[in-house]
């Protein structure tokens, strides 16, 4: 791949701007709290695992930029930057596991002395990224085993190298076919209103040589009904304990549309994703985004100036329409509430 989702050098995190693609590419550097959260809340680092990563990269940028005069100020302004990294955005539980992740390293050194509580904040952080690298690979090849030569796949939103730190999730299977010589196709929904399918999704995927078409969302049951599609593949921003899976807005209309033709609809999924402490779906927060997103488009106005909006940023697809749950420690298949506990 010839882009970084995100990058962390010198105590600053370089990320690609992907409110800006795929007219621009542009790498932005953050280096301090107030930047880590606007990138996140804005949209210019996006998708479940790479909001993680970049999460846990800004409680290295907490720590850096603490005082360090006494522990107990260094403390209280690093836990401090992790709660506010982690109310930047609702729904997405990788964000949560990450800060609680490094908010446990931190306590774990608290003996220590603050450069080298430092040291081993940077290491867990690089941990993580390393460690979502190689969970999407395994994913894309446990993917792989539910496809064959020739297949064409639907996938929304986007779920690819930009959401993560290499490779993506839901669209790791697609670049480990291409390395593979396995023949794959995909139809990209646009994804309204923010249009990661068609900006996010397209580019990567056009860029890596992947045969990738594009559609409007309300084209997906017309491909579906023409028979043009042999699978459903998408990411997920949090999985509950019995399935309920919350993934970008449109996932629940597209599974009813594939149980309704008997396609099989994948998720892919992360284990930092999934969630056991959510029952069900209806425990998942779900973020409400600005109605700007909705009567315009870039800016441009496409409806009323002041119409009435609803912008729920993701919905809930209820675990009867998921056929398997792809994980990178195997498939997970229904019934969901018993076979994800045996995940862990
Ligand atoms: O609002 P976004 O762009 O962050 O939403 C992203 C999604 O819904 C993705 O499908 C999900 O985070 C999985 S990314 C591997």
New binding site residues.
Partial sequence: MDFHTLKFEDGKLSILD?TLLPGEERYIELDNIQDVYDAIKT?KL??????GVGAAYGAVIAALNAPKDSKEAFFEYFYNCCDFIASS?P??V?LFWAIRRMKQKADSMKAMDIEHIIEGLEAEARLIEKEDEEI?YKIGENMLGLLKDGDTVLT?????AL??SRY????SVFYLAKQKGINLKVYADE?RP?G?GAR?TAWELSRSGIDVTLICDNMAAMVMSQGKINAVI????RIAANGDT????G?LGLSVLAKHYGIPLYI?A?TP?IDMECKSGKDIPI?E?DALEVRTIKGIQVAPENIKVYNP??DVTPADNITAIVTEKGIVYPPFEINLKKLS
């Fill in positions: 992907q949209l996006r998708g479940a695992p790479a909001i955005r729904t997405a990788n999407n929304h939103c986007n779920a690819g959401a993560t993506g999730t839901a669209l994804t923010l990661q996010l998408v990411g997920c921003d919350a993934n970008k807005i996932t892919a992360p994703s973020e985004r940023a993701f």
